[in-house]
């Protein structure tokens, strides 16, 4: 099993920044994808930003610019960097990490609790 710790969400005003981070444990033998979708009350979840293990990056259009996806494999924790923020980028964001636990053994997606960014003046 693996689990994943969020932080960094909360209440920031049109304009302001934000840094979330996520750090996984547990049976991680490999590491894979890690990144962070968010839902919207009323919406699907939809991707904002992915990582693969070896740094390509990948950005939903509307948060090129402002938002950045990195992470530190040693920490397996990855992290978004939100600048510029806009009301609509009000959602609960999931990170989530693509692991195995073994040598060439199933890749599974595992999922934080979420954490809430709330923009709003």
């Known amino acids: 099993q693996v689990q994943l710790v969020e932080s960094g969400g909360g209440l920031v005003q049109p304009g302001g920044s934000l840094r979330l981070s996520c750090r996984a444990s547990g049976s991680i033998f490999s590491r894979y994808a890690m990144g962070w979708f968010r839902q919207a009350p009323g919406e699907e979840r939809e991707l904002v930003a992915g990582i693969s293990s070896g740094g390509s990056t990948r950005l939903k259009d509307s948060v090129k610019g402002r938002f950045t996806i990195s992470r530190d494999n040693a920490k397996n924790t990855v992290y978004l960097q939100m600048n510029s923020l806009k009301v609509e980028d009000t959602a609960v964001y999931y990170c989530?990490?693509?692991?195995?636990?073994?040598?060439?053994?199933?890749?599974?997606?595992?999922w934080g609790q979420g954490t809430q960014v709330t923009v709003s003046s």
């Open positions: 989530y990490a693509d692991t195995s636990a073994t040598h060439g053994g199933p890749i599974l997606r595992s």
